[in-house]
């Protein structure tokens, strides 16, 4: 099998590879599309020691059984399936809880176990959902990051979310402007420091957007919500000043909600979210439940997930990979399409 292959530190090849078996429990399943996730742009960037080469990478993916492992029931070869990215033991306390992405033991595609940079890769079958007749591959890809949006939109589900601040417009955030409408019909406002990528979510529905560069965002925000504040902030980039942001842009009593890695260690005023009674949850990919609402989402045809996405053969993969490590324009998301009928 054609693979995108990650062989060392700074590099990335289309190399030919035996094709994976599966074992008990496991489906074979043929890659249709793939999206390259922004994780692993950044680890990729940074030599993180959380994707060691050799290794493929690719954990958001679609694609059709070709071969069922020992033991497997209710999937069967040539089921279309939608895969998670996280793999997880299904028996520990967060499983029993419904919180599979916290599992004690997970395993995350392109990290822990070979990924969907490939034609073929080795799925689990508790990790599949059945894909939709009415959804192209790449709109079926897309359905582990909108899952994404999904989770940071529900961490709190007590809290009004009429108005939902969104920092960072690349692909994780626009998923969370994307559920903040669905979800709870919220007013959003999103900053990001890319003008194409305001453009895109003025385009899906944001009803202001500002750039720190060039404007204030207090401002911006007094000026959207008269003397409002938000009640609800995601932070989908997860650098330093995103982070102080969003507590600054919390109403007292709100949530804030931090998605995004950028950056690991910051100082911040920490009287504010006592005082203020201010929360701040993280959140991480999303639980299967999670996902099978993203799905749910996508089939109803409610959100536009595609039309800001760039697609890449498997043979110009580390074209688009590159591209989408430029972060510029309108390069927001990459997909690779595996098949012709993908568009």
Request: with cysteine.
């Amino acid at each position: 099998m054609k693979a995108l292959f990650y062989p060392k530190w700074n590099s990335l090849e289309v190399v030919d590879l035996p094709a994976p078996a599966p074992g008990p429990g496991e489906v074979l399943v043929q890659v249709q599309s793939c999206g390259i996730c922004g994780s692993e742009l950044e680890t990729f960037r940074s030599r993180s020691p959380r994707r060691m080469p050799p290794l493929i990478m690719g954990h958001e993916f679609c694609g059709v059984i070709t071969q069922a492992g020992p033991g497997v029931t209710g999937w069967k070869e040539g089921d279309q399936i939608i895969s998670h990215a996280v793999v997880h033991c299904g028996t520990c306390r967060f499983c029993r809880d419904g919180q599979s992405n916290l599992c004690a033991s997970r395993q995350i595609f392109g990290m822990d176990r070979a990924g969907g940079f490939a034609e073929y890769v080795v799925v689990p079958e508790r990790v599949l959902f059945q894909w939709p007749a009415t959804l192209s591959a790449r709109e079926a890809a897309l359905a582990e990051p909108l899952a994404n949006g999904v989770n940071a939109l529900q961490l709190d589900p007590f809290q009004p979310k009429d108005r939902v601040i969104v920092i960072g417009a690349g692909p994780i955030g626009l998923m969370c402007l994307l559920a903040a409408q669905v979800l709870s019909q919220s007013s959003v406002i999103v900053c990001d420091l890319i003008e194409e990528r305001l453009e895109v979510a003025r385009r899906l529905g944001a009803i202001a957007t500002f750039s720190p560069k060039t404007q204030d965002a207090q401002t911006v925000v007094s000026h959207t919500w008269g003397e409002g504040m938000a009640d609800y902030v995601i932070d989908a980039v997860g650098s330093g000043p995103t982070k102080r942001m969003s507590l600054d842009l919390v109403r007292p009593g709100g949530t804030v909600v931090w998605v995004g890695l950028f950056e690991n260690s910051f100082q911040f005023d920490s009287y504010p979210v006592t005082l203020q009674q201010k929360r701040v949850l993280g959140s991480y990919s999303g639980s299967q439940s999670d996902v099978r609402k993203a799905i749910s989402i996508l089939a109803s045809k409610a959100v536009d997930v595609t039309s800001w996405v760039k697609p890449f053969s498997l043979e110009q993969g580390g074209e688009g990979f590159r591209a989408m490590l430029q972060g510029k324009g309108d390069n927001i998301k990459g997909v690779l399409d595996f098949s012709r009928d993908s568009h």
